[in-house]
């Protein structure tokens, strides 16, 4: 009873996008901050199991947690927002230039960035007890994965550019879906199903996130793994973030908004109707406003 059709994710897909553009700066790179650290936490939490299990499907299977927790609770995440502003741009809707969408990813960027680097500097401290403890296994593996994400990519030059742009392109097929997943029911168990298939199908297969990877790349450095800030940033996150970029616009948010975009019956509520009666473009006064998603 709670499964929204096709044609309803659409409307609710431009009416997340209104709303993610309507947000001012400070609050962009609050709720991206809160994201970075979720996803952080998500993170961490699937390394350590999967170092004490042996088995990476297992860690796997837990961190989509982070990214539920981030979804449900309105943080911004910059993956998710590749695929609903350009929506938003394409439909025509007020306040989405092109301007208006690169400002919005630019700060939601930032924040997921610093929240992120948070969560890494608290976490080295408590895996080496502030530095007076050796490396454990955990560290060993984030230090190795590191490593493996950058200089990995870099040993195969061009090769390991397109590498790493086409693993992250898959991977926002998947983490951006999830975010779009989540419009497909009216009820938390249903959001948190939808959520939890598309993230672990990324996490499993080892696709690149650029969220996710703001954090293992510093806290790898922090721990000791031989990559510079350079390095990070040429061979990692710029062609997974562009990736990201490119699989979160095409495969999930055009491709669905193409596909069903005036699909719905004769007796469902207009798109434009539903958008311009979405919470986020009512008047604080206006009978019926809420402020929630």
């Known amino acids: ?60 299977l837990l961190f989509p947690f982070g990214l539920a ?26 306040n989405a230039g092109l301007r208006n969408v690169f400002a919005n990813w630019t700060w939601v960027f930032l924040g997921n960035l610093l929240g992120s680097l948070l969560y890494a500097g608290l976490f080295a401290v408590a895996l080496t007890t502030a530095g007076d403890a050796q490396i454990n296994a955990v560290g060993a593996k984030l230090i190795a994965i590191a490593e493996a994400k950058t200089n990995y990519y870099a040993s195969h030059g061009s090769a390991g550019l397109l590498a790493a742009f086409t693993k992250g392109m898959l991977c926002n097929w998947m983490v951006s879906l999830a975010v779009v997943a989540a419009y ?48 990070w940033w ?20 055009l491709a669905i908004y193409a596909a069903h975009r005036g699909t719905a019956p004769a007796t469902a509520q207009p798109v434009s109707t539903a958008v311009s009666n979405h919470p986020v473009n009512q008047r604080r006064d206006q009978p019926g406003y809420s402020p929630s998603y």
Not at 83 to 90: E, G, I, Q, Y
Not at 213 to 229: C, H, R, T
Not at 234 to 253: H, K, S
């Open 69 to 94: 927790l981030a979804i449900l609770l309105g943080a911004e995440i910059i993956t998710g927002s590749f695929a609903l502003l350009p929506c938003a741009a394409f439909a025509g809707q007020k």
């Open 1 to 60: 009873m709670d499964y929204v059709k096709p044609y309803g994710v659409v409307e609710n897909m431009l009416a997340g996008g209104a709303l993610k553009l309507s947000l001012p700066p400070r609050q962009l790179v609050l709720r991206g901050m809160l994201a970075g650290a979720y996803l952080g936490i998500g993170t961490s939490m699937a390394v350590t199991v999967a170092v004490e299990t042996g088995y990476w499907i297992v860690g796997s």
């Open 234 to 253: 040429i061979w990692n996150q710029f062609p997974v973030t562009l990736g990201n970029l490119v699989g979160g616009m095409l495969f999930t948010g």
């Open 184 to 231: 497909m029911s009216t009820s938390l168990s249903g959001k948190i199903v939808a959520i939890w298939g598309p993230t672990l199908l990324f996490f499993s297969q080892g696709f690149e996130h650029a969220v996710v990877n703001m954090f293992l790349m510093p806290i790898g450095m922090m721990l000791g793994a031989n990559v510079s800030v350079s390095t």
